[in-house]
């Protein structure tokens, strides 16, 4: 294989591999972005919804009463981003010209070594390049600081809604029903309606539900009327009573607020 070039191409070559090397950081940083800071886009360029994680904590209202309260944090803004370039590169070589063709130096790389001495023989086999190269932290581009930006602000702490329950413990006795009701609230106590309430129970422990005479069976959800209501009853299979049992009821919002409704077989 010809170790010959042109003097244009071995000075060129290096610096495109530079240029070559910061675009695939770049490319890469993009990737990264997409791939922890958003759901899965399209073809079309759109990024798709910006991914949180979110936690739940219990805190004390101003009115004393214990509350919940929801954190929801963009992904990406707790994540350093891979935004990296090249600070410097040094290139160390030497070339022999050998010829010139149609206006254009024609080249080689040769050894480097003290004098004057080389192999002509086989230049090819102990030629060689030095490089030094310093890759840094790049400064964030204008449009990945906006988005930071916009993240920051997108970071909220609200209050969760609320289950408040009629009943929260129900006790059985003689009676096989009881008429109770729950109401969905926001933070600041209005009713929500037209809002869906699962629910989650063991039907195997003789518990059963009903609302609007239909049954409400574990796994189902019901929608809040005008009032934020839904007023259901809550019926048990005498022969499944054990006495001294307590079942628990599950119902929850939106798979994050939730309350315990407690049933009691004396």
């Known amino acids: 294989m010809s170790q010959i070039a042109s003097l244009e191409g071995i000075f060129a070559t290096p610096i495109q591999a530079i240029i070559d090397a910061d675009f695939m950081a770049a490319r890469k940083a993009t990737e990264y972005i997409k791939e922890f800071g958003f759901t899965s886009g399209d073809s079309s360029g759109n990024l798709g919804s910006l991914k949180e994680v979110s ?12 509350q919940k309260r929801l954190v929801k944090i963009p992904t990406l803004s707790m994540i350093p981003l891979p935004l990296l370039h090249v600070d410097y590169a040094d290139f160390d070589f030497s070339v022999r010209i050998v010829d010139s063709t149609n206006d254009e130096l024609n080249a080689t790389l040769v050894p480097q070594q003290s004098g004057n001495s080389s192999n002509p023989s086989s230049p090819h086999l102990d030629a060689n390049i030095n490089v030094k190269m310093k890759v840094v932290q790049s400064d964030i581009p204008a449009g990945i600081s906006n988005l930071l930006a ?10 969760l809604d609320k289950i408040e329950l009629k009943d929260p413990l129900i006790k059985f006795s003689d009676k096989k029903s009881i008429s109770t009701f729950l109401r969905l609230t926001d933070a600041q106590g209005n009713p929500i309606k037209n809002a869906l309430i699962d629910v989650s129970y063991d039907e195997d422990n003789g518990i059963l539900l009903k609302h609007n005479h239909k049954l409400w069976e574990d796994g189902c959800s019901m929608l809040t009327d005008d009032n934020g209501e839904i007023h259901y009853h809550v019926a048990y ?20 607020t939730s309350v315990i409704q407690n049933v009691y077989m004396e």
């Open 150 to 159: 916009l993240m920051g602000s997108n970071t909220t702490d609200v209050l």
């Open 55 to 66: 936690f739940v904590y219990d805190t004390i209202g101003s009115d004393g009463e214990p």
């Open 237 to 256: 299979d005498g022969e499944a009573k054990k006495t001294g049992a307590v079942y628990e009821i599950k119902f929850s919002h939106d798979k994050i």
